[in-house]
């Protein structure tokens, strides 16, 4: 989960012009929602998990992941 978030975080952040501040970027957002999938797998390709969810992001600092 921590590795999604931290790819969510450095998409929108390359969407960003290079001279806008990256806090600044996010205080424009109210809410913010994503749906997203999650395959692991191990060393040698075999799906291990499948998992699906929800982030939710509203302000003020309120973060959900179902």
Do not use: W
């Not at 975080?9 to 809410?31: C, H, I, K, P, T």
Request: aromatic share 16%.
């Amino acid at each position: 989960m921590t590795k999604f978030i931290s790819t969510l975080m450095l998409v929108f952040s390359s969407f960003a012009n290079s001279n806008y501040d990256f806090s600044n970027f996010f205080g424009s957002f109210e809410r913010l929602s994503a749906n997203f999938t999650q395959h692991t797998y191990n060393n040698t390709g075999t799906l291990l998990t499948k998992s699906s969810g929800t982030l939710l992001f509203k302000r003020p600092q309120q973060l959900g992941i179902s």
